[in-house]
């Protein structure tokens, strides 16, 4: 599997993390960029398919519910977001920190101290997840009979 561009992470990272984290990160760099709003963030549903096996035919498995913004710099820079869930303000401020993250001054900054953070935050929350899941596997074996 090929490694994700910079922008593939960054727009990854923001869309996964918790609002609250982010939030609070955004609030310790301390930036009040002055923007405006293209696509005001918006609540839609998303249709989610599958397929049996990988190789069969594809069936519907149900809806999801994505938030979506577009914002402006005052520079003329655009910044998208695309968040599962409900959150308007979270998908804002992700299509902010897109629109920062493309700008070659803020992008230094803001990689250390937004998306590097989040994304370790992530990594340690998976990492948990995989543990607790570990913690309740079964492993299922067969045994020969020598005959």
Same mark, same amino acid.
């Given at each position: 599997?090929?490694?994700? @561009?910079? #922008? &593939?992470?960054?727009? $990854?990272? !923001?869309?996964?993390? *918790?609002?609250?984290?982010?939030? $609070?990160?955004? *609030?310790?760099?301390?930036?009040?960029?002055?923007?405006?709003?293209?696509? =005001?963030?918006?609540? %839609? !549903?998303? &249709?989610?398919?599958?397929?049996? %096996?990988?190789?069969?035919?594809?069936?519907?498995?149900?809806?999801?519910?994505?938030?979506?913004?577009?914002?402006?710099?005052?520079?003329?820079?655009?910044? +998208?977001? +695309?968040?599962?869930?409900?959150?308007? =303000?979270?998908?804002?401020?992700?299509? !902010?920190?897109?629109?920062?993250?493309?700008?070659?001054? *803020?992008?230094?900054?803001?990689?250390? @101290? !937004?998306?590097?953070?989040?994304?370790?935050? &992530?990594?340690? &929350?998976? *990492?948990? #997840?995989?543990? =607790?899941?570990?913690?309740?596997?079964?492993?299922?074996?067969?045994?020969? #009979? %020598?005959?």
């Amino acid at each position: 599997m090929q490694a994700l @561009q910079p #922008r &593939q992470r960054w727009m $990854s990272v !923001l869309a996964h993390s *918790q609002p609250d984290q982010l939030r $609070s990160h955004w *609030q310790a760099l301390n930036l009040s960029p002055r923007y405006q709003t293209i696509r =005001a963030p918006e609540i %839609g !549903l998303a &249709q989610l398919q599958g397929r049996m %096996g990988a190789t069969g035919r594809r069936f519907v498995l149900g809806d999801m519910t994505v938030t979506r913004a577009v914002v402006q710099l005052e520079n003329g820079g655009y910044g +998208y977001s +695309y968040i599962a869930g409900r959150d308007k =303000a979270h998908a804002e401020l992700c299509a !902010l920190a897109d629109a920062l993250l493309q700008l070659p001054e *803020q992008a230094e900054l803001l990689q250390q @101290q !937004l998306i590097e953070p989040l994304a370790a935050l &992530q990594h340690e &929350q998976r *990492q948990l #997840r995989a543990r =607790a899941v570990a913690s309740s596997r079964v492993d299922f074996f067969t045994l020969v #009979r %020598g005959d």
